[in-house]
């Protein structure tokens, strides 16, 4: 991928991320907490992505990109560690309540995440921005 590519890819994933943000706004809103959660993860997950792409780090996986985030940000101390940990918690809540049989996220497990997602959003395209 070139660079006018690349910085093409990285809008679209900070821009899917914001969207995807908003998106589970609107599901908390509704009162649906595991599909919220879902898009809460997943808009981590396009923002980190964006980021990783932007330095040339390749994922192949989920798992992949959470521990090459770790590994090159968090790690490094270029974001904070409170940050490695929300992705973290959000993978793992994203699994249980998209897998987990009979499982339910509820108002107080899932309000508090979004101003620490919203604030991990802005932190990477800040990043992104200052490497652009």
């Known amino acids: 991928m070139n660079f006018p590519e690349k910085k093409e ?3 679209y994933r900070i821009d899917s991320a914001k969207t995807t943000f908003d998106a589970a706004k609107i599901l908390a809103e509704n009162g649906f907490w595991n599909s ?3 898009r ?3 808009s981590l997950f396009y923002a ?4 990783l792409v932007l330095n040339d780090i390749q994922t192949k996986s ?3 990109t959470k521990s090459q985030f770790s590994l090159h940000f968090i790690k490094t101390g270029i974001i904070d560690k409170k940050y490695g940990r929300l992705l973290s918690e959000l993978f793992d809540w994203r699994q249980k309540g998209d897998y987990d049989n009979i499982f339910d996220y509820n108002d107080e497990s899932v309000q508090p995440l979004f ?3 919203a604030e991990m959003i802005q932190l990477i395209e800040k990043e992104i921005k200052n490497a652009l």
């Open 9 to 11: 890819y990285v809008k």
């Open 48 to 51: 980190v992505n964006a980021l």
């Open 36 to 38: 919220s959660v879902n």
């Open 40 to 42: 809460l993860y997943y």
């Open 62 to 64: 989920h798992s992949s």
């Open 115 to 117: 101003k620490p997602v």
